[in-house]
């Protein structure tokens, strides 16, 4: 299985809504991470977690809450987003954080509307 | 810090000419190479990659040398497929701190 599956695959919610998107991976990873991409832009780092802790945070607003429960799951939490924060959300996994060649395994992603 | 330099295109080609996709990194150390590649609405797939100087990683005709003396990572095909239509990011890892991306390369490939 060489899989990173993410849940929904689309959103739409109102700036007031809570929801949380979902990632899992049953190969092993101890590393996931979880990227924004807009339309026509490369991926932007959001958030590193590795060995289930959060090892890098790159920034990102506080409405944007990361979780890791256990080494197959990831999630992330969002609350009072905003319009310009509707993106395609990529969660991606690697064996571990720091070794020389290690690639990255990514999702389907999920497809943001904030309204 | 790390950046990733590539052509932005897009890059229009008929079915079976070559292809070529320029990427350039900047970068301390020796990091790794990567290309990516998304189709339209889906998530990015590892395509090839490269450790170390010299290496070539290859995949479904797709061809990239790492050049440590001109910082490159480019991409090669020799006969594109409509299938191959898609956009192509070039990235690096620097021993894990994280992925840095190029900002992506649209090909078309028409009939």
């Known amino acids: 299985d060489t899989e990173v599956t993410q849940t929904p695959k689309h959103l739409v919610m109102g700036m007031t809504n809570k929801k949380s998107l979902k990632c899992e991976q049953h190969m092993g990873h101890r590393a996931m991470y979880w990227y924004k991409q807009k339309a026509k832009k490369p991926p932007e780092l959001m958030f590193v977690y590795s060995y289930e802790k959060l090892s890098i945070n790159e920034s990102v607003p506080s409405r944007f809450s990361p979780e890791c429960p256990n080494s197959s799951l990831l999630n992330l939490h969002l609350h009072a987003l905003q319009p310009e924060d509707s993106a395609l959300y990529l969660c991606?996994?690697?064996?571990?954080?720091?070794?020389?060649?290690?690639?990255?395994?990514f999702g389907q992603g999920t497809r943001l509307t904030v309204v | 810090g790390d950046s990733v330099t590539q052509m932005e295109g897009p890059v229009t080609l008929s079915e079976e000419a070559f292809l070529t996709i320029n990427c350039t990194y900047t970068a301390t150390g020796y990091p790794s190479l990567f290309w990516y590649v998304q189709y339209p609405g889906e998530g990015l797939q590892l395509l090839l990659k490269a450790t170390k100087a010299d290496d070539k990683g290859s995949n479904k005709g797709f061809e990239a040398t790492y050049r440590k003396e001109t910082t490159s990572f480019h991409l090669e095909k020799g006969s594109v497929q409509v299938s191959d239509s898609a956009v192509y990011f070039c990235a690096l890892d620097n021993y894990g701190q994280n992925f840095v991306f190029g900002p992506g390369t649209r090909l078309s490939v028409l009939p």
């Open positions: 991606a996994s690697s064996q571990v954080q720091g070794a020389e060649g290690t690639e990255a395994f």
